[in-house]
Each structure stands twice: as C-alpha cells, then as structure tokens.
C-alpha cells in the first residue's frame, strides 16, 4: 500500500502531457513516451526507468506463472516459452486454451503446442484459430487426428490460412484425390505450413520435365528404401537447382574428412543434411569440431545434428556441457554422444544434463538460458 500511495504521487508529478511519461496507479502498465531530459530532473527519469524495470519483471514473473499453472507447462520450459510470449492479462489466453479444449485437444497436447509455440496465446480465438480449425475439420479430418498433428506441428496455428494453408489445400487436390490430401496434412503436415509455391511447386514441374525413372534408379543405387518417406526427401534433394546444392555439401563434407560412403550414409539417414545452406553448415561443423572437440566422423554419425537451430539447440545445450566438463562432471567430450545432447526435446535434455548437475552448479540452468556465460560459472 505504501507503494501504491507512493506511486499515485509520481503519477500527478509526471503527467505533464498525453505524450509524457505515464504511471498507472494500479502499477499493470507502464508507457514511456516522448521524453526528454529537459522535462523532468535526473532523479525522474531515472525513477522512470526503475518502474519501467519493476513492471517489466512484474509481467514476466505473471508470464511464467500462468505458463506453469493454466498450460501445463514445468518450471524450466515456462522460463523457456516465455521468451516467445509476454502477458499483460490472462483474458485472451483463456479464450484460446478454452478453444482448444472445445475442439478436442488434450492437456498433454495444449502444453506441447504452447511449449513449442508460446506465441500462439497471442491469438485471436475468433478471428485467427476458429477459422483455421473449421477448415480442417471441413476435410474431413477428425478431431484426434486434427489435434495430434497440430500439437506435433504448432505452427501451423499461426500460418495464414487465406495466404498459405487453403491455395496448398487447393494446389495439391489439383493433384491428388480427397483422401490423399488429408494424408499429406497428417504425415506431412510441413507443406502446409511452408506453402507449396517456394518447393513443392517447381519440383513437381522439374519432375514432370526431368526423367523420372532415372532419378528413381539413382535413388536405388544409393540404397534408399522407396517405401520410405525418406526416399522421397531425397527425391526432392537431388531435384533440379537442389542437385547443384547437394553437390556443394558432399564437397564440404569431404573437405572435413568424409568418405563417400559416410556421405552417402548420412543422406540415407537424413537427407536434408545435403540441403543446409553452405554457411550454416560450415558454422555448425567448425563449432563441433574446432571448439566442442567432437570428431567430423562422429557428426557423420548423426546427421540429424546439422539441421538444428544452432542459437535454439546447439549453442545453449553445447554451453551447458562445457560448464559440466570444465567442473569435472563429465570426463571428455568424447563420453557425450551428440544425438542424445542434441535431439531430444528440451523436457529430456534438462532432466539428463540440467536437473541431475544442479546442486553441483546451481548456475547450470542460467547458462543454458544465456543470462550467465560460460566463464562465469
């Protein structure tokens, strides 16, 4: 109370003007405008800034909480989501779990959606959600099916449904009967959320133009599966202006020490390691190797790792082992493998390198959110 009645003081000495600075007795919101110095004494504008700091803390703190208590979500993946997200009030986020919830989806499957897209609560229910998920349905998707595919694809929530989602609904019924169509959202529920115009488009032309047959026997002769949807990543690999790419990374790859054979492998296993532009996958290869210590053969081994973000999963996670194999708790990086580091979803990493370590580094969880660097520990 002391503070509010304080508070109430400086909001009649500040406003001066619609356009000065503006504290709301109810310390919910605060709204720097056109200030300068010559307006207010130094010790204003720095008691500003402290408020600015105070409510900004305020809403990240409630961000977290409710991310916690009304999502479902752990401690760890709320401070994660909430650098995606910032709520001022619950209002409109309840009206977009509350739809969720009408239209079939699971606790478990809301905090998978918000966990890995927190930016969805920004949405507007009726204007941006309903539609969407009214068209879906009018596929003929059913709502178990349409659920799990959108908690696995989240993104697709916020993908314009006039601009993208319905011209590829139209594009690719152009192609295939009703019931393929809602197979593709099913399985490969991507081409919705990129759009067909930019890939699937001028592939398919380049198929139509190129001879099928041969590029269906190179497929072969690399020892791909062509009952797997893997073959068919390939397929697209090795299309058109996509061979001249993928012949550039088998090129960066040899320079680091692959065979043929180990490249051949690893687009096997993940054929959109061939595909990564040229300065990620130098970035990625010098930071694993030069600056972890991992093997280039070791990578080659997990494909996989190459294709992840390296600011959202490689950077932050590699910060982590760092700190645990300069204290002693791992003994060489050798002893780390890099799928399971890398690829398992935020929950399991922190549950295997974050939560069983922080006793020995309380600091651990701060380094893999970035507030603490590695040489601070």
Request: charged share 25%.
């Amino acid at each position: 109370m002391v503070l509010l009645s304080k508070l109430k003081v400086v909001t009649l000495r500040f406003c001066y003007s619609p356009s000065s600075c503006i504290v709301t007795s109810t310390f919910k919101r605060f709204v720097v405008g056109d200030v300068k110095t010559s307006h207010f004494p130094l010790q204003n504008l720095l008691l500003c800034r402290h408020f600015t700091s105070e409510i900004s803390e305020t809403h990240h703190d409630f961000t977290v909480n409710y991310l916690i208590n009304s999502c479902g979500l752990s401690p760890e993946g709320a401070m994660s989501a909430s650098k995606w997200v910032k709520l001022r009030s619950p209002k409109r986020a309840d009206f977009v779990l509350s739809l969720l919830r009408n239209h079939g989806f699971s606790e478990t499957q809301i905090s998978s959606i918000v966990r890995n897209h927190s930016p969805v609560l920004h949405s507007n229910p009726e204007k941006t959600l309903l539609p969407k998920l009214e068209f879906f349905a009018s596929l003929g998707v059913s709502k178990g099916d349409l659920a799990k595919t959108l908690a696995y694809r989240p993104k697709l929530l916020s993908t314009s449904l006039e601009k993208r989602i319905a011209p590829t609904y139209d594009f690719l019924r152009s192609l295939l009967p009703q019931k393929n169509v809602v197979t593709v959202l099913k399985r490969g529920s991507w081409i919705f959320a990129e759009g067909h115009s930019k890939k699937l488009a001028p592939n398919i032309e380049v198929l139509k133009k190129s001879d099928f047959s041969e590029l269906v026997d190179e497929l072969n002769e690399m020892g791909f599966d062509l009952q797997k949807s893997t073959s068919v990543l390939a397929m697209n690999a090795l299309c058109g202006s996509n061979r001249s790419v993928w012949n550039r990374s088998r090129k960066i790859y040899k320079r680091w020490g692959w065979s043929e054979d180990d490249v051949l492998a690893a687009f096997r296993s993940q054929p959109h390691c061939m595909m990564v532009s040229e300065k990620k996958l130098i970035r990625a290869l010098e930071f694993l190797v030069n600056e972890m210590g991992w093997s280039s053969k070791m990578i080659a081994k997990s494909p996989l790792v190459l294709c992840l973000s390296l600011e959202k999963r490689l950077f932050p996670r590699c910060s982590v082992v760092k700190v645990l194999l300069l204290k002693g708790l791992i003994k060489g990086i050798e002893n780390v493998s890099l799928y399971s580091l890398l690829v398992p979803a935020e929950k399991y990493f922190l549950e295997r390198f974050v939560a069983r370590n922080i006793n020995e580094v309380p600091q651990l969880l701060s380094v893999y959110q970035g507030r603490v660097e590695v040489q601070d520990v």
